[in-house]
């Protein structure tokens, strides 16, 4: 579910998996492994976001032009950060889903 949701509704999701407790230990480390992967996935894409508010705020305001050229370049080494850890992150919540489907399977979940 949390894989197909919206980025703000993963936040959503992710608060709510926080409260969920486990008794099984498979689950349980699946679930650390899946909070782990989205809370890292969300912080990329909230970095992404500040990244793109910065750039439209250069954009206004372009009044110091070496102040400009440091933020702007500032604001692409985030994006580029950002855009790394999405890429880890991918393997991670990819390996999530995976995971949760042979829990699934295990346990006769549908």
Request: with cysteine; charged share 25%; aromatic share 2%.
């Amino acid at each position: 579910m949390m894989r197909l949701s919206s980025n703000h509704d993963k936040h959503l999701w992710l608060a709510r998996l926080g409260t969920l407790t486990c008794r099984s230990p498979d689950v349980c480390q699946l679930k650390e492994a899946c909070q782990k992967a989205y809370d890292e996935h969300l912080k990329a894409v909230d970095m992404i976001d500040l990244a793109r508010q910065k750039m439209a705020s250069l954009a206004e305001d372009s009044a110091v032009p070496d102040a400009s050229a440091e933020s702007m370049l500032q604001s692409a080494t985030l994006a580029q950060n950002a855009q790394r850890l999405l890429g880890k992150t991918r393997v991670l919540t990819r390996k999530c889903a995976e995971n949760e489907a042979v829990i699934r399977q295990r346990y006769g979940i549908h």
